[in-house]
């Protein structure tokens, strides 16, 4: 099976704009999560979207939303861009695995000027 | 809200040593996981632990879970080159009925010089 996808890999925006990052899962998992990674908060969880309704959500504010579509594939968007969204973001797709274990996309990495 | 606190923050070993990573929380672990990540990628799953005293190896690495669920060590023998990274333990949020929601520690940066 292919690996969760995320794209694009690398962004570059400038404060105010927004950005649409999308995320394909795993063929088979209807869970996808986002985190957020950089280097001062470390890894943070935003939310998680289980088929189609959002399940889970972290301390972020509204201007960092998602959705999922009936294929699961999942998208997050941020609004009104600054300066300290710079970071990583990742998602992680999760079906009923032994461990429950979530698997990883290898991040899109988002920059703001 | 639950933290964890990974130490050391950064290691640095030779080639052949071994090493232990800890990952300590402020509240009782109900799933607790290891990831290793490379420098700017995404994660890859290494363990999970989720009973007291549990302990859990693949190749040259054991993840184990004290008795009263609030610590969990990562030990590498005979460390290699291909094991540096970053490595970040997770904890599953309680009474969410789900693993993905998890919530990472500080990290720890593993050097392993030649």
């Known amino acids: 099976k292919a690996g969760v996808t995320q794209t694009p890999r690398y962004l570059i925006k400038t404060r105010g704009q927004q950005v649409t990052l999308s995320c394909s899962p795993i063929s088979g998992h209807r869970s996808v999560s986002w985190y957020q990674q950089t280097p001062g908060q470390g890894l943070q969880f935003l939310f998680e979207y289980f088929s189609e309704t959002q399940r889970n959500k972290g301390n972020f504010p509204g201007r960092f939303s998602g959705r999922q579509f009936s294929n699961s594939r999942s998208e997050m968007n941020v609004s009104t861009l600054e300066l300290g969204d710079s970071a990583l973001y990742l998602c992680?797709?999760?079906?009923?695995?032994?461990?429950?274990?979530?698997?990883f996309g290898p991040g899109t990495r988002l920059t703001v000027l | 809200s639950q933290e964890l606190e990974q130490s050391p923050q950064s290691l640095i070993v030779q080639e052949g040593k071994n090493l232990t990573i800890n990952c300590t929380s402020s509240?009782?672990?109900?799933?607790l996981y290891w990831y290793k990540q490379k420098y700017g990628e995404g994660l890859i799953f290494l363990m999970m632990?989720?009973?007291?005293?549990e302990e859990k190896s693949h190749e040259k690495i054991t993840a184990k879970l004290d008795e009263k669920k609030q610590q969990s060590s990562l030990h590498i023998t005979a460390s290699q080159p291909s094991h540096a990274g970053i490595y970040l333990c997770g904890a599953d949020a309680p009474n969410t009925g789900t693993a993905s929601k998890l919530t990472f520690g500080t990290g720890t940066r593993l050097q392993v010089t030649l």
């Open positions: 632990l989720q009973k007291g005293g």
């Open positions: 509240k009782t672990l109900y799933g």
């Open positions: 992680a797709s999760r079906d009923r695995g032994p461990y429950n274990e979530q698997f």
